[in-house]
């Protein structure tokens, strides 16, 4: 009897982490991208996401997720794609995200950051990025770089882009996010052989690990002061 007791808590004590990492709400309200061309009206593309193993989506959307929360938006899967150049008439092209993150479970850290993209000549991608506290208004990241093709100093053609962990000023459980890019290439011509392309953006959230551990650690206090006594 004693050690299935025993079991018992051992069994909770491993899934103290699972239950941390469970009950995020997801919400993303923007994921539009928006296609220039020379003296024509802009043109508006829904770019499809997906939240952890969920179908392909469209904004706004809202899911519960009982792991980690990782937003991908498929930038190429959008119709248009956010493409310039590459026989396209399309000289330039912006991509805007926003949604929000809140649970009453363990704070998050931080997030890893994917990018991926292709650029030629004089096409080049520019990106910001934003973290905010929903609770304190707190900027918690404030980030931005660009890739450039080889028709700019120090560029190179071909796929660019990171992979990277990008932590927070602070854990924070509520947060929003908004993150805008930015193609194009240039004003070369349009067909022509200059090309940004924004092939997909993806972020993987990280919980704070304190937290696991000062469960974690009051578990083991109460097991042994549960079978020392005995």
């Given at each position: ?44 593309t829904s770019v499809p996401f997906t ?43 912006t991509f805007t995200a926003a949604y929000?993150?809140t649970s009453t479970k363990a704070p ?123």
């Amino acid at each position: 009897m004693k050690g299935l007791k025993i079991l018992g808590i051992a069994l909770s004590f491993a899934a103290i982490p699972a239950a941390l990492a469970s009950g995020w709400t997801v919400n993303v309200s923007t994921s539009l991208g928006q296609l220039f061309r020379p003296s024509q009206p802009a043109v508006n593309t829904s770019v499809p996401f997906t939240i952890n193993n969920s179908p392909l989506l469209n904004a706004p959307a809202t899911v519960f997720v009982s792991t980690l929360p990782q937003i991908t938006f498929a930038t190429n899967q959008s119709t248009p794609a956010i493409l310039t150049g590459d026989g396209t008439f399309f000289t330039g092209g912006t991509f805007t995200a926003a949604y929000t993150i809140t649970s009453t479970k363990a704070p998050l850290t931080g997030f890893g950051f994917v990018v991926r993209g292709f650029v030629f000549d004089l096409g080049q991608i520019i990106w910001t990025k934003k973290v905010v506290d929903l609770n304190t208004s707190q900027i918690l990241y404030n980030g931005g770089g660009f890739f450039s093709g080889r028709g700019y100093p120090g560029g190179s053609d071909g796929l660019i882009g990171f992979s990277t962990f990008v932590p927070l000023a602070r854990p924070s459980a509520n947060v929003q996010v908004v993150e805008t890019f930015i193609v194009h290439i240039d004003g070369a011509p349009a067909p022509g052989t200059s090309i940004a392309s924004l092939l997909l953006v993806e972020q993987d959230w990280v919980p704070e690990p304190a937290s696991v551990l000062v469960l974690s650690a009051g578990l083991v206090a109460l097991l042994r002061r549960r079978y020392v006594k005995k």
